[in-house]
């Protein structure tokens, strides 16, 4: 670009970086913004989330891998925010604690970059790249493509070890026979007992009732009416046992409505039981709560 730029002012460059090292397109835009100015900052965005797909890293780290390749570009960091506007403030806010007295900034970015969010009060610069490299793609190449090495090793265990406790959320349900007499369950292959049919949410499903029309279907290859919430819990899932994380589920009940009830997915088999003949004993341990909620609800004592 031929633009005439001060290069006492600051370049600031506002980018995420989430690669492993920095690759041909990054290296061009730090380059050309050096090539502009005397000195050069970089904002890092950060999540308020940790250990994402789309944000995997944290400052620190990332912070090193541009130090390893431009070590005299200075690097901060800039919170993310939903309001553009709030956001825009808070990086002007930035720019001028790490200004000197009097000293201006332009900021710099590509065409798909951080500027068409930006709403503070200082002049940007858009520049244009021949090279385009997702990062999305090549954090995906990393995922099927990485290193056996120690120091792999190592941010493994640092990136699972810094994630929030998570809960895990399931749906299960109780299917009912027209008349309410009997209850249709479920056999994983290799277990002895019984259990309620069930399974993991879908995040990309619209609701928990959703989830659990679905876990029937694939489950058992039948339809059921609108299920009706009964409750959730926190299930002693032996898998979790020592672990930070957990599974909490939705319990629903729902009726029969048509279909030939068969085992399928994860399911080795389905029968019906008569209800008033089902004790916890029936059931595997981690759906014995479950059982003691159904009771509950349909007021059958056992």
Excluded at 77 to 93: G, M, Q
Aim: hydrophobic letters at 35%.
């Amino acid at each position: 670009m031929k633009e005439k730029v001060n290069r006492n002012d600051i370049g600031i460059i506002v980018a995420r970086f989430m690669v492993h090292e920095l690759h041909e397109a990054h290296k061009d835009l730090i380059q050309s913004v050096i090539d502009r100015h005397e000195r050069i900052i970089i904002f890092l965005g950060c999540s308020p989330l940790r250990n994402t797909l789309n944000a995997p890293l944290d400052f620190k780290h990332r912070a090193a891998m541009i130090h390893d390749d431009f070590p005299d570009v200075e690097v901060h960091y800039v919170d993310d925010n939903r309001s553009d506007e709030v956001w825009s403030a808070n990086l002007d806010r930035q720019i001028a604690k790490w200004s000197a007295p009097g000293q201006t900034a332009t900021l710099y970015g590509s065409r798909d970059s951080f500027l068409k969010h930006y709403k503070g009060k200082n002049p940007t610069c858009e520049l244009e790249s021949e090279i385009f490299i997702s990062g999305s793609q090549v954090r995906k190449s990393i995922i099927v493509n990485y290193p056996s090495s120690k120091d792999y090793r190592a941010g493994v265990i640092a990136a699972t070890g810094q994630h929030y406790p998570t809960a895990y959320q399931t749906v299960d349900i109780a299917i009912l026979n027209e008349d309410e007499t009997e209850l249709l369950l479920a056999k994983k292959p290799r277990e002895a007992k019984w259990r309620f049919v069930g399974g993991f949410s879908d995040p990309r499903s619209n609701s928990l009732e959703e989830d659990a029309r679905r876990e029937v279907q694939e489950e058992t290859g039948i339809e059921i009416s609108d299920p009706k919430y009964i409750g959730s819990t926190k299930i002693d899932d032996w898998r979790f046992r020592g672990e930070k994380d957990c599974i909490k589920t939705a319990f629903f009940s729902a009726k029969y409505l048509f279909g030939k009830p068969e085992g399928a997915d994860d399911v080795e088999a389905v029968k019906w039981f008569k209800i008033d003949s089902l004790t916890p004993s029936d059931f595997v341990y981690e759906h014995n709560v479950l059982w003691k909620m159904f009771t509950k609800k349909f007021d059958w004592k056992h």
